[in-house]
């Protein structure tokens, strides 16, 4: 992702000598959580549309609530999962742009949620795996080695979530034969997690389930 080719300035940041009733103004024209603020070209950070709305005196200056501003940014070369994990951590859906100091305009969230959505991961055909297993049992290389020893291609895969004792894995793997790739992994003690109508270990516990219920009636 070039983020030059994102960076959005549809209007310019406020300064820290803008009024409370100018960042309301810019607030209720854009649907922005956080207003850059810049004085002379350089970042001093953001406030959030929150706090805007929360204050009494609309003449106030905004140098006079330094304190609350948040100081989140990006530079030009971050990747796409590191943008993702800013505008999280940030509950925002923009991103200041800024090298060495210079503010230079916005990265929107929608823009890049386009991006990712372009992916392999999102955007090839394949089918989604997610498995569990002991925290300390646990390497992504044997993941790869799992999935790829039944000529399967990994999409993507990322921990979806980690106790101290589990960790989630969630696999987008590109294979026709997803019955073998889970067989695998139940051979090397992994928990599956997502049900599969191909899964022939369910299926089979599902017909002793039913003989057994049929003995039983019998």
């Known amino acids: 992702m070039n983020i030059t080719e994102y960076i959005v300035n549809d209007f310019n940041p406020l300064t820290t000598q803008s009024t409370v009733k100018e960042a309301?103004?810019?607030?209720?024209?854009?649907?922005?959580?956080?207003?850059?603020?810049?004085?002379?070209?350089?970042?001093?950070?953001?406030?959030?549309?929150?706090?805007?709305?929360?204050?009494?005196?609309?003449?106030?200056?905004?140098?006079?609530?330094?304190?609350?501003?948040?100081?989140?940014?990006?530079?030009?070369?971050?990747?796409?999962?590191?943008?993702?994990?800013?505008?999280?951590?940030?509950?925002?859906?923009?991103?200041?742009?800024?090298?060495?100091?210079?503010?230079?305009?916005?990265?929107d969230l929608n823009d890049v949620l386009d991006v990712f959505s372009q992916t392999p991961f999102l955007n090839s055909e394949g089918f989604i795996l997610v498995i569990e297993k002991n925290t300390k049992d646990y390497t992504m290389s044997e993941v790869s080695q799992i999935i790829e020893s039944n000529k399967a291609i990994v999409l993507g895969c990322y921990e979806s979530k980690r106790t101290n004792d589990k960790v989630e894995i969630t696999l987008k793997i590109s294979s026709q034969e997803i019955n073998e790739i889970i067989q695998t992994f139940r051979r090397y003690n992994y928990t599956i997690i997502t049900e599969h109508k191909d899964d022939i270990y369910l299926e089979e516990l599902k017909n002793r389930s039913d003989y057994l219920q049929k003995f039983l009636n019998t």
Not at 54 to 67: C, F, I, V
Request: charged share 20%; net charge negative.
């Open 24 to 107: 309301l103004k810019l607030c209720k024209e854009h649907t922005i959580t956080h207003i850059p603020v810049a004085d002379n070209g350089f970042y001093v950070g953001c406030i959030s549309q929150t706090d805007v709305f929360t204050m009494e005196n609309k003449e106030e200056l905004l140098k006079e609530s330094l304190d609350i501003f948040d100081h989140f940014q990006m530079n030009n070369n971050e990747s796409l999962l590191e943008l993702l994990t800013i505008f999280a951590d940030n509950d925002a859906n923009i991103i200041p742009v800024v090298v060495n100091q210079k503010y230079l305009g916005y990265i």
